[in-house]
């Protein structure tokens, strides 16, 4: 939505205080009540519920390694890092990284 269509609308907006309130109290309804449904004005949905309910039903939460969040982390041309290897057994020599 614009601005100025923001600003013509007869909706009413949360400001940070109350808008933080609304989603803790979602956030406690989710955990003792059970699964909530959050649906916006132009239809987008979103599901909250505990990590118990996801896991049963089949939804498995990934934490990334730290190889694979890096290789998929945005690409900086011409970015170089260096690091002294040279404590850990088996590498001689600094291990470098660069941009090709």
């Known amino acids: 939505m614009k ?9 009413r ?10 989603l803790a109290e979602v956030c406690w309804r989710a955990m003792n ?32 390694s730290l190889v694979e969040a890096l290789l998929y982390c945005p690409k900086v041309p011409g970015f170089k890092i260096e690091r002294d290897r040279t ?6 020599s600094p291990l470098i990284f660069e941009e090709e």
């Open 13 to 22: 907006w949360w400001g940070y205080p109350e808008a933080r309130s609304k």
């Open 33 to 64: 009540e059970g699964t909530q449904f959050i649906r916006r004005d132009d239809g987008e949905e979103l599901v909250m519920m505990t990590r118990k309910e996801f896991e049963a039903l089949g939804g498995k939460v990934v934490k990334p």
């Open 87 to 92: 404590d850990i057994v088996g590498f001689g």
């Open 3 to 11: 601005r100025d269509e923001w600003q013509k609308s007869k909706r």
